[in-house]
Nanobody, 115 residues
Framework: QVQVVESGGGLVQPGGSLRLSCAAS????????MAWYRHAPGKQRELVAS???????DYVDSVKGRFTFSRDNAKNTVYLQMNSLQPEDTAVYYC?????????WGQGTQVTVSS
């Protein structure tokens, strides 16, 4: 079992920034494929960004150039730096870890972008 815990959500004004963190348990963290999803009211869950064990990242088009996904294997943690936030980024953000093809999810963290 992999424990996944997100943190860093909150309320921010349009144009502002937030950094989400996601810690995952396990000695093989460096091998985990990690991803951030978000789920906004009335919308389907969306894959926002992913990062492979080798550090290759991918982003949904709507966040390219604004969000940066990184990992610190020494801390068993990944980070999602979110800049130039817009109201449409408002959602619950979930972190997902994949270990040996099995997904593990965090409880989610709320991000609200509003003036």
């Amino acid at each position: 079992q992999v424990q996944v815990v997100e943190s860093g959500g909150g309320l921010v004004q349009p144009g502002g920034s937030l950094r989400l963190s996601c810690a995952a348990s396990g000695s093989a963290f460096s091998l985990y494929h990690m991803a951030w999803y978000r789920h906004a009211p009335g919308k389907q869950r969306e894959l926002v960004a992913s990062i492979t064990s080798s550090g290759t990242t991918d982003y949904v088009d709507s966040v390219k150039g604004r969000f940066t996904f990184s990992r610190d294997n020494a801390k068993n943690t990944v980070y999602l730096q979110m800049n130039s936030l817009q109201p449409e980024d408002t959602a619950v953000y979930y972190c997902r870890a994949i270990r040996q093809f099995v997904p593990f999810w965090g409880q989610g963290t709320q991000v609200t972008v509003s003036s």
